[in-house]
């Protein structure tokens, strides 16, 4: 019996050392939740489709979800409303948008283009002295870069004091009215540029004005989400540099993928194509542009703050600074 109960005693014990040391069950691996980014349907946000489609983001560990919307100013809306962590958008929906708050930061331009807004009108002929728009109607989309671009090139040219009538239109409705006359100059961006010269032809002349206005395409963060995601975020600038690299030695391969991805004939991408420089930055020469536009929309009553909006604080490098020495 004394036997017995030692035994029964060494049984015990094993099988509580046994249970000691046997590894617990790990419990299962949880999916990283997404980083969505809210994207504009636009060839402007190619890096972003690229490093999407090419799994360089997965490459970097980073597991990203592209929310399209049509739009920059949607984009900056979604990401306001929380139903987006990152959003892409010009820089004139950041100047815009400055005027009403000051919670979200600008993490990187990753594209510029010089010649993507353009002043259409019919026919060829200029005025003798110069006054092309003395006494025309421009059409135009209120409170926006259609707006500043108009006005940036009156100046330029010298016809700032212009007898001229700004006509407000949605972006849709500026072609149809050019055509039926409503208006005489159109100041419109791309895509609509490009369809109504493929349809009117050579009936149309582009007024010469490329490099008058500099679009840079930016991505950007709520003030919250630049602290939460930070790891994140140099993930996702690591995988843009990659992607401009690719666009640069693989031009055919990128458009192709973005006139998929899309929905786009070749000839329509390829239209604007060229004037893209694909670079991540954030500098001087964007923090010029926001304060150029912010003196116009005071001076112009495209706002109702008399107040300068301090850019500085909205434009947080720190992801951009790490992405670029690690």
């Given amino acids: 019996m004394k036997r017995l109960s030692i035994v029964l005693t060494v049984v015990v014990a094993l099988g509580i050392l046994v249970i000691n040391l046997w590894p617990e069950k790990s419990p299962a691996s949880v999916p990283p939740t997404p980083i969505r980014i809210a994207m504009s349907t636009t060839p402007l946000s190619a890096p972003l489709i690229i490093a999407k489609e ?23 809306d979604a990401m306001i409303n929380g139903d987006a962590d990152l959003a892409t958008s010009s820089e004139s929906v950041v100047m815009f ?30 005025n003798a002295d110069g006054r092309d728009f003395n006494n025309k109607r421009i059409g135009m989309i209120k409170s926006s870069a259609s707006e500043f671009f108009t006005d940036s090139l009156l100046i330029i040219t010298g016809q700032e004091n212009s007898s001229f009538e700004k006509v407000y239109m949605s972006p849709q409705e500026l072609a149809p009215a050019l055509i039926a006359g409503e208006v005489d100059f159109i100041s419109i961006w791309e895509p609509y540029g490009y369809h109504l010269i493929k349809d009117q032809g050579s009936s149309i002349y582009q007024y010469p004005s490329k490099g008058i206005y500099n679009l840079s395409f930016n991505l950007i963060s709520t003030d919250t989400n630049t602290k939460v995601h930070f790891e ?32 786009i004939p070749d000839a329509e991408l390829e239209w604007a194509w060229n004037d893209y420089i694909f670079r991540l930055s954030l500098n001087n020469s964007l923090l010029s542009m926001l304060h150029t536009q912010a003196r116009w929309a005071i001076a112009s009553g495209a706002v109702s703050s008399p107040m300068m909006p301090d850019f500085r604080i909205l434009m947080d490098d720190s992801a951009l600074l790490k992405a670029m020495t690690n």
């Fill in 54 to 76: 090419l799994a360089l983001f997965k490459h970097h560990d980073v597991d990203v979800e592209l929310i399209p919307y049509q739009g920059g100013h949607l984009c900056f």
């Fill in 97 to 126: 948008n400055s005027f009403k708050r000051n919670n979200f930061r600008l993490l990187a331009s990753f594209v510029e283009s010089d010649n993507d807004l353009k002043l259409l009108s019919f026919g060829k002929q200029r």
């Fill in 232 to 263: 994140q975020h140099v993930k996702i600038l690591k995988a843009l540099a990659e992607t401009q690299q690719f666009i640069a030695e693989h031009p055919k391969q990128a458009k192709k993928i973005i006139s998929d991805y899309l929905n």
